[in-house]
T-cell receptor, first 116, second 110 residues
Framework: EAQVTQNPRYLITVTGKKLTVTCSQN?????MSWYRQDPGLGLRQIYY???????DKGDVPEGYKVSRKEKRNFPLILESPSPNQTSLYFC???????????????FGDGTRLSIL | TQLLEQSPQFLSIQEGENLTVYCNSS?????LQWYRQEPGEGPVLLVT???GGEVKKLKRLTFQFGDARKDSSLHITAAQPGDTGLYLC??????????WGAGTKLIIKP
């Protein structure tokens, strides 16, 4: 089954304790991205990757890191989490990102992070 | 900065009624996508509109892209409880990013 898999689905942790949210897709997609979703603010892009070893900042990259060493995986790293990073996080992938953006984004089921 | 404004933010109506959700911007988008998100899940693509003035139908859902490609609407005819969810629009912006609206939370009461 074609899917984007995120882990964990839920995590409660404390300020300053490094954490990683994994994301894996089995569709051989080139483009992957991370979003956070907050009430009233919609989806805001954190980082995206056009292909292996190519990553770039989205709208809200501060406090986050990513890597793209393999095509299928795109982990999100919070080196020193803070309470303002409490949010619902989504990983997404698409076949590519052509200039017209005319490619469907496939989303994981989300990771709810609570930073105390 | 490109922005997409969705309205209304929240809509609660009775089963069988019609409704329209709007997605507006001052920027031109090369294409615009509509997604539906249900609790505990990620957004799922409903449709992509590409050409100015384009109209696409998906059963009881009608999507329209404005002539100037700055706005879009989603019209639902005879809404059903299964239509309940968060509806999101996303426009293809510059720098390989999708610009997202904040969403319309729709509740259809039986």
């Amino acid at each position: 089954e074609a899917q984007v898999t995120q882990n964990p689905r839920y995590l409660i942790t404390v300020t300053g304790k490094k954490l990683t949210v994994t994301c894996s897709q089995n569709m051989n997609h080139e483009y992957m991205s991370w979003y956070r979703q907050d009430p009233g603010l919609g989806l805001r892009q954190i980082y995206y990757s056009m292909n292996v070893e190519v990553t770039d900042k989205g709208d809200v990259p501060e406090g986050y890191k990513v890597s793209r060493k393999e095509k299928r995986n795109f982990p999100l790293i919070l080196e020193s989490p803070s309470p303002n990073q409490t949010s619902l996080y989504f990983c997404a992938s698409s076949l590519s990102f052509r200039g017209d953006g005319n490619q469907p984004q496939h989303f994981g089921d989300g990771t709810r992070l609570s930073i105390l | 900065t490109q922005l997409l404004e969705q309205s209304p933010q929240f809509l609660s109506i009775q089963e069988g009624e019609n409704l329209t959700v709007y997605c507006n911007s001052s920027s031109v988008f090369s294409s615009l996508q509509w997604y539906r998100q249900e609790p505990g899940e990620g957004p799922v693509l409903l449709v992509t509109v590409v050409t100015g003035g384009e109209v696409k139908k998906l059963k009881r859902l009608t999507f329209q892209f404005g002539d100037a490609r700055k706005d879009s609407s989603l019209h639902i005819t005879a809404a059903q409880p299964g239509d309940t969810g968060l509806y999101l629009c996303a426009g293809a912006g510059s720098n390989y990013q999708l610009i997202w609206g904040a969403g319309t939370k729709l509740i259809i009461k039986p």
